[in-house]
């Protein structure tokens, strides 16, 4: 299993990076499906007895050794030089019954449904419309209003915000509130995160040239306080983290999620509080191809997760398999990997990211997932592609 050490030592405002060999843990690794449903996969405990299932395209795999297979939607097969209608799968109760339901994000562009669970039943599940016009590559799932149910950050018609639902109106199609003034977003818009990045308890919202601050009093209508910083080129999705323990939050994210580049933006701020960011490099976006250091191209989905349980976050991510074809893109051909960085912290306020791979076989989609699956305490993958569907559990 092969792995590098990428330390970012920060000399006041400056960083390197250096490269090394270390011991990583290891996984057993699970291929539930050689076949291209999807390039999403996540998790629940479907049927309720305790064990988290995994939801990969048409199927739900029982828990915990995920062999027997459950139908939610007629099965469609697609081909892997091309493209799915499924882009990301996300899970919550969104009729308030008390059984998980699934949430398909479609191929960009397309309407988004939820499936509703036939509590304990066999059988398709019943479809429900939930948005319309689902635009960015990468949407992201996380409570952005305070309400305490996750909602879907994604652009649409011109405009950056996210889509709510209630669970006391089911049968309703959910909300779409939009955060920013009319501007290019379209349907391959590339790059989407959330986060409190000022620090006052509010959740703002992220795009790859900008964050966009949530006011103290949002109203309908009301574009949020857009702050211009560029993340990336054609970031994925983008976690908001205090990475080096300074009390301030950080962005880490893809420089160009089809072709190579990983950073983190340390937030710093002036003496008048205003923020900005230092762009921290992990992986260059223009690797020297002639070297032996760990280049990934194609990282096109990330999970923010404490792999190791020392209470810092760490970061999953890996290589989209065939993102646009096999000849398509940066070494599209190249190992399908998924690694993991591990978040280390020196005395002297410096972060330090050490890469270790989990697979070279398998890769990600525009989505990969982390959740405990076994017995033991480290957090387990899970990954929908063009290479099939994956689950790697922890030893």
């Not at 970012?8 to 290891?26: E, H, R």
């Not at 993340?231 to 190579?260: E, P, R, S």
Request: charged share 20%; glycine share 10%.
């Amino acid at each position: 299993m092969r792995t590098a050490t990428l330390s970012l030592i920060l000399a006041g405002l400056c960083a390197a990076a250096a490269v090394a060999q270390t011991p990583s843990a290891t996984y057993k690794k699970l291929q539930l499906t050689d076949k291209f449903y999807c390039e999403g996969a996540y998790y629940a405990d479907f049927n309720r007895d305790g064990k988290t299932d995994v939801v990969s395209g048409p199927y739900w795999y029982a828990g915990p050794d995920f062999q027997q297979r459950h139908e939610i939607r007629p099965a469609q097969e697609f081909d892997p030089k091309g493209y799915s209608d499924n882009f990301l799968t996300y899970t919550g109760d969104f009729n308030g019954d008390g059984w998980t339901d699934v949430l398909y994000v479609p191929w960009p562009g397309k309407d988004a449904s939820w499936y509703e669970n036939p509590a304990g039943k066999e059988g398709p599940w019943t479809a429900h419309p939930a948005l319309k016009n689902v635009g960015n590559e990468s949407p992201i799932w996380g409570d952005v209003n305070g309400d305490g149910r996750p909602d879907l950050v994604y652009n649409i018609d011109g405009f950056l915000g996210y889509g709510t639902w209630d669970p006391a109106r089911p049968d309703e199609p959910w909300a779409f509130h939009p955060v920013s003034t009319k501007g290019g977003y379209q349907q391959y818009t590339h790059g989407v995160g959330f986060g409190d990045v000022d620090g006052d308890g509010r959740v703002d919202i992220l795009e790859s040239v900008c964050w966009w601050q949530q006011p103290a009093d949002p109203q309908p209508g009301r574009p949020w306080i857009r702050h211009d910083y560029k993340f990336a080129d054609a970031a994925a999705q983008m976690l908001v983290y205090d990475f080096d323990g300074d009390g301030l939050n950080d962005v880490f994210t893809a420089w160009h999620c089809h072709h190579y580049g990983l950073v983190w933006h340390k937030q710093v701020r002036d003496d008048a509080g205003k923020i900005s960011f230092q762009q921290q490099v992990i992986l260059p976006s223009e690797p020297d191809l002639n070297s032996s250091d760990l280049r990934i191209s194609q990282l096109h989905a990330f999970d923010l997760v404490d792999i190791d349980g020392d209470g810092l976050m760490d970061v999953l991510t890996g290589k989209r398999f065939w993102a646009h074809g096999p000849e398509g893109d940066k070494e599209p051909n190249a190992p399908a990997v998924v690694y993991w960085f591990q978040l280390q912290r020196d005395a002297d306020g410096s972060a330090r990211f050490t890469a270790h791979q989990i697979d070279d076989d398998s890769g990600v989609g525009t989505q990969v997932a982390a959740a405990h699956l076994n017995a033991d305490k480290t957090p387990d993958v899970i990954v929908g592609n063009k290479k099939g569907t994956f689950v790697f559990l922890s030893q």
